[in-house]
């Protein structure tokens, strides 16, 4: 063990990314965090961005700067855990901006909770999209369930302990780019836990590009598929077109939707009861909200979509507040 090493790597791919670079970088320098090491792996660098990184490098001691061809985003991330030295791996995108205290507080919160691995936070958009603020659930239960829908750490955001990687032989794998944190995270699950910080420690950019979300979609359906069948269900594509449509909150406007959303729902639920792969109660929570929220939304269907919600099994696991009930209830009523 080298008692001179940092306590955190911070690893960042750089691709392209002259334009806010320097923003993203100074806020990891700027921390209130300083034993650090700044991992930055630089893609087919043009002359600016060498610029840009050797001032950065010959001003400060923990900025270590990797040159290479072209080698991609899965290549750099496992290129940057390759060469970390530090006890914990944080993640950091060249056009995101860390908030001062960002480090100090996951490395608090990590030094004192050993049992979890990886560990992100809420975040808030800038960029194409900005002012929203993404609150994901913190215990590792309901994020573990709710990845069968949907990836709920934000990449950028995380930190992690490095020994996941050196004794599990993780890495980020190449057929899973463009939703390769997704991967991680479900098979991660399955040999640590998972939480989030309920603060915001990170803004994070959105870039509207057509091409990247679908490519996004594509490989994030074949994880959602690979997670189904480990419950034992080959679906049909009828059934996987309404599990695609809960996973991106997409409502068809007809009570035939709510009722396939019902049985399909349902089956996973009896499924998880079988096969054991999601931790109850949380699963079945996560169920009943997917269900609350086609419902609450379909309230022009008047008492019908009150009705279907309060019929199913997965209605009382989603533990409704009586201001909830009753404003669910108001609109069925007002439709």
């Keep these: 063990m080298n008692i001179d090493a940092p306590k955190v790597s911070v ?16 806020s990891i320098l700027n921390q209130t965090f300083s034993n650090l090491e700044f991992i930055i792996i630089c893609d087919d660098p043009t002359d600016e961005t060498r610029n840009i990184l050797d001032k950065y490098q010959q001003n400060d001691s923990r900025v ?80 573990q369930s709710r990845m069968l829908f949907e990836t709920v750490i934000a990449h950028p955001s995380i930190i992690a302990r490095r020994d996941l990687f050196l004794n599990n032989g993780f890495a980020y794998k190449q057929e899973e780019l463009y ?73 068809r406007h007809n009570r035939k939707f709510i009722l396939e959303v019902i049985f399909w729902l349902e089956k996973l639920r009896t499924s998880n009861f079988e096969m054991k792969i999601y931790p109850e ?16 939304n379909s309230t022009y269907l008047g008492f019908d979509s009150w009705n279907l919600f309060n019929e199913s099994k997965l209605s009382k696991s989603v533990g409704l507040s009586i201001a909830q009930k009753t404003k669910f209830l108001l609109k069925c009523i007002i439709k």
């Design 11 to 26: 690893v960042m791919p750089v691709y392209k990314g002259d334009k806010h670079l320097s923003d993203s970088i100074n």
């Design 64 to 143: 270590k700067i990797y040159y290479q061809g072209r080698q991609g985003l899965v290549n750099s991330l496992n290129k940057g855990i390759s060469v970390a030295e530090g006890e914990y791996i944080a993640r950091m995108d060249a056009d995101d901006i860390s908030l001062p205290d960002r480090l100090e507080k996951q490395v608090e919160f990590m030094n004192r909770s050993p049992e979890i691995g990886i560990c992100g936070s809420w975040v808030k958009t800038i960029g194409d999209l900005s002012g929203l603020v993404w609150i994901f659930p913190c215990d590792h239960e309901t994020i």
């Design 179 to 251: 939703a390769e944190d997704y991967g991680l995270w479900v098979r991660a699950a399955k040999e640590t836990r998972l939480a989030n910080i309920p603060k915001i420690l990170l803004h994070y950019r959105i870039h509207e590009s057509t091409s990247d979300r679908n490519k996004q979609k594509y490989v994030a359906n074949n994880i959602r598929l690979a997670q189904i069948k480990e419950l034992g269900i080959n679906p049909t594509e009828e059934e996987f077109e309404i599990h695609e449509a809960l996973s991106y909150y997409v409502i």
């Design 281 to 296: 109660p949380a699963f079945s929570t996560v169920l009943g909200q997917q269900l609350y929220f086609v419902c609450k």
